[in-house]
């Protein structure tokens, strides 16, 4: 009797020997963005001299903005307008595999653009923002431009 427990356990010892020595059989690729070393924080200044900051992550294959953050100044006859704008917690897919163009749909109008000059790591492009008075009516767009480098 003892004979045959002796045998049942040596067969189990060697299927888990066996199993834990066996080579996975998931050949599959894990997806990398093309520029990977775009992922990080990015920051640098816009044409008026305000702090801008872009939070890039990969995202499978794809490069996202998951955070941005800038200041714009605006002013026309009877207007003067400054206006900060951050946002995070978003997902939005690069349009190429090195640069974005968004806009967030509504008025007052957001959009952002930027392209990664990868060999020199420097990221360029513009802002455009709608401002509205206070009673909500149109008071213009101002646009301005930026270059940031990652921190």
Same mark, same amino acid.
């Given at each position: 009797?003892?004979?045959?427990?002796?045998?049942?356990?040596?067969?189990?010892?060697?299927?888990?020997?066996?199993?834990?020595?066996?080579?996975?059989?998931?050949?599959?690729?894990?997806?990398?963005?093309?520029?990977?070393?775009?992922?990080?924080?990015?920051?640098?200044?816009?044409?008026?001299?305000?702090?801008?900051? #872009?939070?890039?992550?990969?995202?499978?294959?794809?490069?996202?903005?998951?955070?941005?953050?800038?200041?714009?100044?605006?002013?026309?006859?009877?207007?003067?307008?400054?206006?900060?704008?951050?946002?995070?917690?978003?997902?939005?897919? #690069? +349009?190429?595999? +090195?640069?974005?163009?968004?806009? +967030?749909?509504?008025?007052?109008?957001?959009?952002?653009?930027? +392209? #990664?000059?990868?060999?020199?790591?420097?990221?360029?492009?513009?802002?455009?923002?709608? #401002?509205?008075?206070?009673?909500?009516?149109?008071?213009?767009?101002?646009?301005?431009?930026?270059?940031?480098?990652?921190?």
């Amino acid at each position: 009797m003892k004979i045959k427990y002796f045998a049942i356990i040596i067969l189990a010892v060697i299927g888990l020997i066996a199993v834990s020595c066996s080579k996975s059989e998931d050949a599959t690729p894990v997806p990398v963005p093309k520029y990977p070393q775009l992922a990080g924080t990015w920051s640098g200044k816009t044409s008026q001299d305000s702090i801008v900051r #872009f939070v890039v992550a990969a995202q499978g294959s794809s490069l996202v903005l998951t955070a941005y953050k800038y200041a714009m100044n605006y002013t026309t006859t009877g207007y003067s307008s400054t206006q900060s704008i951050e946002i995070s917690g978003q997902n939005l897919v #690069f +349009n190429t595999a +090195n640069s974005f163009a968004f806009s +967030n749909g509504i008025y007052p109008l957001d959009s952002l653009k930027g +392209n #990664f000059d990868v060999p020199s790591m420097i990221l360029s492009g513009t802002i455009t923002k709608e #401002f509205k008075k206070i009673d909500g009516t149109p008071a213009g767009t101002g646009s301005v431009t930026y270059t940031a480098t990652k921190e």
